[in-house]
Every structure is written in structure tokens, then in C-alpha cells.
């Protein structure tokens, strides 16, 4: 917010946006929203259910993934005490939008792997990224959460075909990790190629809120990434958000923002853009 001052177009649109966002705010207070998130309350958005209730895991994933922290770091032990030096993680969107900020923000640790991200169907891409792949020292890392993306399926047969004509079906197996949901397609072809892991993924969390599940955190735990602090840091937040119900005499950011967001699209801003330090930018 601070930076809008130097713009002045944008404390204009807010100015003019100014009692729409305080009369949402007070709706949000008045109607407990965040309260009833956290309660899964599917009448936020509509009185069915379905499609609703169940796709709201990824609250809880500061609170569930701890308890994976230990598996997490064993596995990326293994995988650097097996000589691999590099990981490429094949997925589209929401399997790979996590794992490609944590590689730009965080960088690689010395010793853990550095990795790179697919997730574009362009033959030249392909080919550089299968060009700079070793195979005798690279992970390769299938996402998708559905287990049929066919653009994540066709990196996996691509890259396997290649793997097994060199290193033969078991050594190319050993290569390959799975991240999906359970029962999915991508886990029985996992188990039938013999993968070196699969992670079996919260059904009820969708690939676009995915960064704190197994989606974020196995590649965040092969670039040497402080795992317990990721968790602590949405712990925190999530507890944050809890209260964004507060009095509205003295406006919670989270709720603000949302309450701004409501407020422009009902005036018809079907744009955001967010100004970020330079860092995040």
C-alpha cells in the first residue's frame, strides 16, 4: 500500500472505491466470512456442498504436513547419497507454480539439488530441457493432482522412453517420482514403473492452493529449503486470518483486502495487479 502513493491513478480508483470497500468490510465482520471458512461453511458460496467441502483441505496443511517433515527430509537424503545432483519437475499450473517460486526465491542449498521446472508443451522447450538432463544424475519429479494430465502424462512417457533406453526399465523407474492424489492414474503408472516414490497427495486439496502440501514441500525439500519454517510461516498466517472478522473500526489487512477486491469487482475491475518490493517482484 505504501507504494500507491507514487501512483497517483491508483489512490484515485481507491478513493472512488472507498465506501464500496467499507460497506463490504462490514459485511464480512457482520457475516463471521473467515469464521466461517475455517468452519467449512459451503454457504459462503452457495447452498450445495458439492464441490465446496470438499476442496477445502488446504487450510490445514500448516497443522497436517509436520508430521511429514521427517519422511521428507530422509527422502531427499537418499536421493543425494544416490549421486543426484538435479531435479526436473514435470507438471502444468498449480502442480508446478510452487515449486518454480521456491527455486527463484530460495535458491539451492549447497549439497541439495537444483532444480528446474516443465511445464510447457513447446517442442523447443522440451528438447532444451531434455538436452541439459543427465541421466544418470537427475530426478525427474511427475505432479499433477488428477493423476490424467495429459500434458504432464506426456512428459513422463517422453522422458521414461529416453531414461529406459539408457538405464533400462528399473534403473529408469528409479528416476522418477510421483506427486498425486491417491488412486489416481499417475499412482498406479508410478507402481507399474516401478517409481522410486510416490506422494500420495490430500484429495481435497486443489492444485492452485497446493504450496504447503506435497507439491511444494518435496521439491522445497530437495533444494534444501528450511521445511518446518514454511509450515511455521502459514501456521502463523492462518492463525492471522482466523481473526479477520475483528471490529471493523479497526480494519484486519486480510480482511481489507478481500473486502477491496469484492468492492472492484462488483464496480467491474476484472484486473488485479499487485506492486511488490523489489525482492518479490
Not at 547419497?81 to 531435479?87: E, K, M, R
Not at 517442442?123 to 499433477?144: C, N
Request: charged residues 25%.
Amino acid at each position: 500500500m505504501g507504494q500507491s502513493s507514487r501512483i497517483p491513478a491508483i489512490d484515485e480508483q481507491f478513493a472512488a472505491l472507498g465506501p464500496a470497500i467499507a460497506r463490504e468490510r462490514q459485511r464480512i465482520s457482520e457475516e463471521r466470512m473467515f469464521a466461517r471458512l475455517w468452519q467449512r461453511d459451503h454457504t459462503l458460496w452457495k447452498d450445495d456442498p458439492r464441490g465446496i467441502v470438499d476442496r477445502l483441505g488446504w487450510l490445514d496443511c500448516p497443522a497436517a504436513m509436520p508430521a511429514a517433515l521427517p519422511e521428507l527430509e530422509r527422502f531427499a537424503q537418499q536421493v543425494r547419497d544416490a549421486g543426484l545432483t538435479h531435479a526436473l519437475l514435470l507438471g502444468m499450473g498449480g502442480s508446478s507454480l510452487a515449486a518454480e517460486v521456491m527455486r527463484r526465491m530460495l535458491g539451492v542449498r549447497a549439497g541439495f539439488l537444483d532444480l528446474a521446472i516443465l511445464d510447457s508443451t513447446d517442442p523447443a522447450t522440451i528438447a532444451q530441457r531434455a538436452a541439459r538432463s543427465d541421466p544418470a544424475r537427475t530426478l525427474f519429479i511427475v505432479a499433477t493432482k488428477s493423476g490424467g494430465t495429459v500434458e504432464t502424462l506426456s512428459f513422463l512417457h517422453y522422458f521414461y522412453t529416453r531414461l529406459r533406453d539408457g538405464l533400462g526399465a528399473e534403473g529408469a523407474g528409479q528416476r522418477f517420482v510421483a506427486i498425486t492424489d491417491p488412486d489416481s492414474r499417475l499412482d498406479h503408472l508410478a507402481t507399474e514403473l516401478g517409481f522410486r516414490r510416490t506422494f500420495r497427495n490430500d484429495p481435497e486439496i486443489g492444485g492452485r492452493f497446493s504450496a504447503l502440501s506435497y507439491f511444494g514441500l518435496v521439491p522445497a525439500a530437495l533444494i534444501g529449503a528450511d521445511l518446518s519454517g514454511l509450515l511455521q510461516g502459514g501456521a502463523r498466517m492462518a492463525e492471522f486470518c482466523r481473526e479477520a472478522d475483528s471490529d471493523v473500526r479497526e480494519p484486519h489487512p486480510v480482511a481489507s483486502l478481500a473486502a477491496a477486491l469484492a468492492a472492484g469487482t462488483r464496480a467491474g475491475r476484472d484486473k488485479l495487479t499487485l506492486i511488490g518490493s523489489p525482492r518479490l517482484a
